[in-house]
């Protein structure tokens, strides 16, 4: 036996509740206009008679008809079995029908049962109606659920697919950066190992949660910035502006792809150049910005695998769809990129 699950147990109470309430609510009309029991027990008998019928009819459609017929495209079935279970449950009534019409009866009793009996009928073919339409609105909504349960766990696969790629790609063009710097300066390396070393503890552990204090994340870029600044020479010039409150939180490693790329596209050993990288908050938005000069990188450079950028911006859509804003530009040889979001 197929096992009810509790919402569909909740249905079914809600569904009992209401008919209870149709059944009972003439009898306590009749009850506390009268006083008189024994009129509250005829007018309970007769609402009884008269909702029997499609009492039954609503819960075969609901439970039976509807879902095992009418939903596999059985139609015509679905009509046979209406009209067989009407027929059934309305044997007697026919028969009091038919017994009303063909004797020696006033016409005036004639017309009103035969009008009665049209809207008995009448009565039926609405509970049928209202049964598929409930039936109907909530399977919509079941299967609209279903569809954002989907699409959330689609969204948290990607979220952590992209997030995955963060780490190795960091990684990657730190590790060029510091090839760089050994042949440069030993000494200096070996501090950046160092330094490091702390940034990839944060990037392993610290992100492996959804969201994260806006300090650490600050914290973070500060070092990295730092890092990234020993392979400079005094062509480059580096500024920062971080002024954000420390209880905020935001996704892991939100911005550090544009400061790679800022690092990778706008840093030259030939020409001047310079970074601009600010991280401020105002009236509930956070904004993130970075202009660089730019130095168009040729195709032998692989210090970098360009996922960066397009992986920042598909996080972005998924994390802050409805709440955040993006701007890029390149302009006289400066490129420029703003992020507004609301955390």
């Given at each position: 036996?197929m096992?009810?699950e509790?919402?569909?147990r909740?249905?079914?109470l809600?569904?009992?509740?209401?008919?209870?309430v149709i059944?009972?609510t003439p009898?306590?009309?009749?009850?506390?206009?009268t006083?008189?029991?024994e009129?509250t027990?005829?007018?309970g008998?007769m609402?009884?008679?008269?909702?029997?019928s499609?009492?039954?009819?609503?819960f075969?459609?609901?439970?039976?008809?509807?879902?095992?017929l009418?939903?596999?495209r059985?139609?015509?079935?679905?009509v046979?079995?209406n009209?067989v279970a009407?027929?059934?449950?309305?044997?007697?009534i026919?028969?009091?029908?038919?017994?009303?019409?063909?004797?020696?009866i006033?016409?005036?009793?004639?017309?009103?049962?035969?009008?009665?009996?049209?809207?008995?009928?009448?009565?039926?073919f609405a509970?049928?109606?209202?049964?598929?339409?409930i039936?109907?609105f909530l399977?919509?909504q079941r299967?609209?659920?279903?569809?954002?349960e989907e699409?959330?766990?689609n969204?948290e696969?990607?979220?952590?697919w992209?997030?995955?790629?963060?780490?190795?790609?960091f990684?990657?063009?730190?590790l060029?950066?510091?090839?760089?710097?050994v042949?440069?300066?030993?000494?200096?390396s070996?501090?950046?190992?160092?330094?490091?070393s702390?940034?990839?503890r944060?990037?392993?552990?610290?992100t492996?949660?959804?969201h994260?204090?806006?300090s650490g994340?600050?914290?973070?870029?500060?070092?990295?910035?730092e890092?990234?600044?020993?392979r400079?020479?005094?062509?480059t010039?580096?500024?920062?502006?971080?002024d954000?409150?420390g209880?905020?939180?935001?996704?892991?490693?939100?911005?550090i792809?544009l400061?790679?790329?800022?690092f990778k596209?706008?840093?030259?050993?030939t020409?001047?150049s310079?970074i601009d990288?600010?991280?401020?908050?105002?009236d509930?938005?956070?904004t993130?910005?970075?202009?660089n000069?730019?130095?168009p990188?040729?195709?032998k450079?692989?210090?970098g695998?360009?996922?960066?950028?397009?992986?920042?911006?598909?996080?972005l859509?998924?994390?802050?769809?409805d709440?955040?804003q993006?701007?890029?530009t390149?302009?006289?040889?400066?490129y420029?990129?703003?992020?507004t979001?609301?955390?």
């Open positions: 036996m096992k009810m509790k919402k569909d909740q249905i079914l809600v569904q009992l509740a209401a008919w209870a059944l009972i009898m306590l009309a009749v009850l506390f206009a006083f008189n029991v009129a027990w005829r007018t008998t609402v009884l008679f008269t909702l029997f499609p009492l039954v009819l609503y075969l459609n609901f439970y039976v008809f509807e879902p095992f009418f939903y596999k059985r139609f015509l079935w679905f046979l079995a009209i009407i027929a059934i449950l309305n044997f007697g026919y028969h009091m029908f038919r017994f009303m019409t063909s004797h020696n006033p016409l005036w009793w004639k017309i009103d049962t035969m009008l009665r009996f049209f809207v008995h009928f009448l009565l039926i509970t049928i109606t209202l049964a598929i339409g039936r109907h399977r919509v299967i609209r659920q279903q569809l954002e699409k959330a766990k969204m696969a990607e979220l952590a992209l997030k995955s790629q963060i780490n190795p790609h990684l990657f063009n730190t060029n950066n510091i090839s760089s710097l042949q440069i300066d030993p000494d200096a070996q501090d950046a190992i160092a330094q490091l702390d940034l990839l944060y990037a392993m552990y610290e492996q949660k959804t994260v204090s806006l994340e600050v914290e973070f870029m500060k070092n990295y910035v890092l990234m600044r020993l400079c020479n005094e062509k010039k580096i500024t920062t502006h971080f954000v409150p209880n905020v939180e935001v996704a892991p490693l939100l911005f792809s400061i790679e790329n800022a596209h706008g840093v030259s050993n020409k001047p310079f990288i600010s991280l401020t908050m105002e509930g938005l956070l993130f910005i970075c202009d000069s730019n130095h990188k040729d195709e450079d692989r210090s695998s360009g996922i960066g950028i397009e992986n920042t911006r598909r996080r859509n998924l994390l802050y769809k709440c955040h993006w701007e890029q390149l302009e006289d040889d400066t420029h990129v703003k992020i979001l609301k955390p």
